[in-house]
């Protein structure tokens, strides 16, 4: 397979591209913008850490962070087969190696073996569901409450030292024991570390 030069991680234009046109169209709203994934991936990646993104789509933030930090490991999960394909697809043309797509629903994740998460309101489109994805798989408001207290109960079972970053959260999945360390972005992209 024909090999993408690592200019594609330049600006979001030229990432987006390594997708179907329909793909690229979603960006704006449900993939990571590239200045967003770098702040986050910076201050997640610690040399040899498993750092898992919630609900990845097509890996925008993996890719683009295990590209700038080749020592630490980023997992994505997301629900979708067909995402998780354009994904393992865009790492193949741009030689990531660090970056791992798992097909899954969050639930089925062993939070024990990662080390630090970035979650961008994966959840979000069960509440907003006239701006959805696709209708591939169910959404509804009771599905959003219900993963986001998931989210909050493997969050709280975490050791101390485990680092959070949030994009565009609502914060209903972030137990009181992790602390803000820095916000930016308008306040919509906050790093967060579990205290003791």
């Known amino acids: 397979m024909l090999k993408i030069n ?7 234009r030229s990432f987006d591209a390594l997708y179907p046109e329909h793909i690229q169209m979603l960006s704006r709203k449900h993939w990571t913008p590239l200045a967003i994934a770098l702040k986050a991936a910076k201050y997640l990646a610690l040399p040899k850490a498993k750092v898992l993104d919630i609900g990845s789509g097509i890996g925008k933030f993996c890719l683009s962070a295990a590209h700038d930090h080749p020592d630490t490991i980023f997992y994505d999960v997301e629900q979708r087969q067909n995402l998780v394909h354009l994904a393992e697809k865009a790492a193949e043309l741009t030689s990531v190696s660090n970056a791992h797509f798992i097909h899954a629903n969050i639930t089925q994740i062993n939070f024990k073996e990662f080390d630090h998460f970035y979650y961008y309101n994966s ?74």
């Open 123 to 196: 959840f979000y489109e069960n509440l907003d569901q006239l701006n959805s994805i696709d209708n591939r798989i169910e959404t509804s408001i009771d599905l959003y409450l219900y993963y986001c207290q998931y989210l909050y109960t493997e969050l709280l079972d975490k050791p101390a030292g485990t680092r959070l970053v949030t994009f565009q959260s609502l914060e209903q999945e972030i137990p009181s024991c992790y602390k803000l360390v820095e916000s930016s972005h308008g306040k919509l992209l906050k790093m967060w570390i579990k205290d003791l």
């Open 6 to 12: 690592n200019s594609v991680f330049g600006n979001d």
